[in-house]
């Protein structure tokens, strides 16, 4: 991605006590002297949205607006994206195909997945209520026409809208026509979708409270979900999400305030970016202060979100279950993001059959699809227990789940999601009066701008043995790490095209050895920037290793060090050593070493 944030739009968030006439001479000012203008307001959050003049950089908008003295913070409009495997959709295929396909391939009971997470078993164990959670599908939209949803009453439906007149907000939520959920992406109330991600993340959702194939069978045919026949969960579209599969920041928390505002009880986000943003981290925390549980999926770059954070499957509020994605085998998919520090349980995500627009079902892979059938077991839950909060129906969906050794380096739980488990075990939980307050601690992740970008890439750093140097904060393996450097020999330098990289990165090439507990490694480090340095060693090292680094000096007066952590990059198949300080004094160092480096 070129660029990581919308070109000339900001949110600002104003401090707490800050007056509406404070805010309205803000935006007086900024629109006479800069000509930017506001594009939209969370006025519940004290949050605006700007967009400036053309020319104005995003940077520049920054530091015209960051020392108002009413402003808590200002940051860009990040751009994120669908979490969907590329390119390997199936083909579609109709209801009826696809039912013969499903039957003959599984023992003849559908599933969308055979992987298993007893689906079937949970629906068994049901309570019979009328009930009936909302799953907000916070995604490309919903083909709210299909009939896998239309048969069972299965979306939302706003009925003052749905019974009010075109053109006309006749609920007051102040969205017009917003019957089935609303679209951010083109500000209307038609939230179709016109990707196919939605549909099939909406479906799996659905999917994982009843079996939506099943229904030609037992239901009323012509979409008449009379009595006994309505759905158990209702689906509410809310787009934001373009046909691109990307989305903004922006638009992502007026979907979230939307959903929780109009009733969901449960919010599926399957989409992310590495990109930290305090304003989605507020929209995260306004979500458990409501007790709805954010289920987001862990991301498909094949990396270590302790590492490299995908959000906003990485905010730590007690409200977000980060989801990665298992195979039928339960081994996790290649393509699956992981963190044992970091995600917390896995779910089938590999080749899951679901629908798609225009009355098609198809299969797809991402931990897009893991994360809904999270979400549909998560509103099982709240049907069973309605007034149970979003603290205590993470521990009682993680509980529930399914040891799975081979999960345990990927996932804080190490299991696998397990519907029946999850709605028998909320059935004999009594519920908890109250959950644990949890106030937004934006520097536990923001470390300033040169955090707004990270990649997936495997870049990390050098260093040194260590004076004591793991301090062991919250990493499950705490090896330390000790680096030797021999003298760097420089063969190579070389100013890389960087593409808006976090850091500009040099390759170099030296013998290095690295010690790690009383092992001694020897390798090369190939790269090294600000951020980090790019390693080469043949033996497996222990990815979230804490190590106190040092690097010799090109000329031989001195060592510059540095604390960092070893990053496994699978994409690139390279270990890294990240810093995790940004002091003034190190940065300056690795500077004069990198300018060093250049002029050698
Ligand atoms: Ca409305």
């Known amino acids: ?36 203008r506001m594009k939209g307001a ?11 003049a053309a020319g104005q950089s995003v940077d520049e908008m920054i530091a015209e607006m960051a020392n108002d003295p009413s402003v808590e913070y200002v940051e860009p409009n990040y751009i994120v994206s669908k979490t969907e495997q590329v390119g390997v959709r199936g083909e579609l295929l109709t209801e009826l195909e696809f039912s013969s396909l499903a039957s003959s391939t599984i023992d003849g009971s559908f599933s969308q997945t055979s992987a298993p997470i007893q689906a079937d078993e949970a629906w068994d164990n049901l309570s019979d209520t009328s009930v009936r959670p909302i799953i907000a599908v916070i995604d490309t939209g919903v083909d709210y026409t299909h009939t896998a949803f239309t048969r069972w009453c299965a979306m939302w439906e706003n009925t003052l809208e749905k019974n009010g007149s075109a053109g006309v907000d006749d609920d007051g939520n102040g969205y017009v026509d917003d019957i089935h959920g609303y679209d951010f992406y083109n500000n209307d109330g038609a939230p179709y979708d016109d990707d196919g991600h939605g549909t099939h993340v909406a479906g799996i959702a659905l999917g994982a409270t009843q079996d939506i194939l099943a229904s030609p069978e037992v239901a009323p045919s012509g979409g008449d979900c009379a009595d006994g026949y309505e759905s158990r969960v209702r689906i509410m579209a809310v787009k934001f999400l373009g046909a691109d599969g990307n989305g903004t920041t922006s638009d992502a928390i007026k979907g ?11 919010l ?154 999850a709605v028998l075990t909320s059935q004999g939980v009594s519920v908890a009066s109250s959950q644990p307050s949890y106030s937004v601690n934006y520097s536990a992740f923001d470390r300033g701008p040169a955090s707004a970008e990270t990649s997936a890439g495997g870049c990390g750093m050098v260093s040194k043995l260590g004076k004591g140097g793991s301090n062991g904060k919250g990493f499950g393996s705490m090896v330390l790490l ?3 450097l021999l003298p760097l020999v420089i063969l190579f330098v070389l100013r890389q095209d960087t593409y808006r990289r976090q850091y500009e990165r040099f390759e170099v090439q030296s013998n290095m050895k690295v010690k790690v507990g009383n092992k001694e490694l020897v390798g090369a480090m190939e790269s090294l920037s600000l951020g980090g340095a790019g390693i080469d060693v043949d033996e497996l090292i222990n990815s979230g290793s804490v190590v106190t680094m040092c690097i010799q000096k090109p000329d031989g007066s001195g060592e510059v060090e540095v604390k960092g952590k070893v990053v496994w990059s699978d994409g690139g ?11 003034r004094r190190m940065l300056n160092s690795i500077r004069q070493l990198i300018s060093q480096l250049v002029m050698g």
């Open 482 to 484: 000790g680096l030797l």
């Open 256 to 266: 979230i305030y939307y959903a929780i505002n109009n009733g969901a009880s449960v």
């Open 573 to 583: 198949k390279k270990y890294g050593i990240q810093f995790t300080e940004h002091k």
């Open 268 to 421: 599926n986000n399957s989409w992310g970016g590495g990109s930290y943003s305090r304003s989605l981290h507020d929209a995260i925390a306004y979500a458990y202060n409501r007790s709805i549980p954010v289920v987001a999926a862990a991301g498909n770059a094949a990396s270590n979100n302790d590492v490299y954070p995908m959000f906003p499957a990485n905010y730590d509020a007690p409200n977000v279950i980060s989801v990665a994605s298992t195979q039928s085998n339960d081994q996790i998919s290649y393509f699956s993001n992981y963190g044992s520090s970091t995600v917390h349980m896995a779910a089938p995500g590999s080749a899951i059959y679901s629908t798609y627009p225009g009355n098609f079902y198809t299969y797809m892979s991402g931990t897009s699809m893991a994360a809904p059938f999270v979400s549909g077991v998560a509103a099982m839950i709240l049907r069973e227990q309605p007034s149970m909060n979003s603290f205590q129906l993470k521990e009682v969906i993680t509980d529930a789940s399914n040891n799975i050794s081979s999960l345990s380096n990927y996932t804080i739980s190490g299991k696998r999601l397990n519907a029946n488990g």
């Open 1 to 36: 991605m070129a660029q990581n944030y919308v070109p000339g739009e900001v949110i600002v968030k104003f401090k707490n006590q800050t007056s509406k006439t404070t805010m309205s001479s803000f935006n007086k000012r900024l629109s006479s002297k800069a000509k930017v």
């Open 42 to 52: 969370w006025t519940s959050m004290k949050m605006h949205h700007y967009k400036a």
